[in-house]
Nanobody, 123 residues
Framework: VQLQASGGGLVQAGGSLRLSCAASGRTNSNYVTGWFRQAPGKEREFVAAISRSGSNTYYAVSVKGRFTISRDSAKNTVYLQMNSLKPEDTAAYYC?????????????????WGQGTLVTVSS
């Protein structure tokens, strides 16, 4: 499977953005799709993940209640709706795929990554 992330941009604090992660290739494979982010000088950190069926979702504590991950299986696309954005949400956001659900928040377990999409939140 190949992944392509899009939807980043510049937004004021308190605003919203929706990121998309479109899959192509072996889209019928059973995998979890996750979003991670990486700010300058920091390690890539887990943000949210969703199971293949869409029935299970997982969030980092820092974004729970503000971000929502969802999947449109017909379009082979996973979305990350980001509301109430804060300057500390500024980062490059990456989507990835991992085959073992247990490792949904383990960066090193992900075997496929899309290119990053930059989110900048101004104060």
């Amino acid at each position: 499977v190949q992944l392509q992330a899009s939807g980043g941009g510049l937004v004021q604090a308190g605003g919203s953005l929706r990121l998309s992660c479109a899959a192509s290739g072996r889209t019928n494979s059973n995998y979890v799709t996750g979003w991670f982010r990486q700010a300058p000088g920091k390690e890539r950190e887990f943000v949210a993940a969703i199971s293949r069926s869409g029935s299970n979702t997982y969030y980092a504590v820092s974004v729970k209640g503000r971000f929502t991950i969802s999947r449109d299986s017909a379009k082979n696309t996973v979305y990350l709706q980001m509301n109430s954005l804060k300057p500390e949400d500024t980062a490059a956001y990456y989507c990835g795929a991992v085959q073992v659900t247990y490792y949904y928040d383990s960066r090193d377990a992900y075997t496929v990554w899309g290119q990053g999409t930059l989110v900048t939140v101004s104060s």
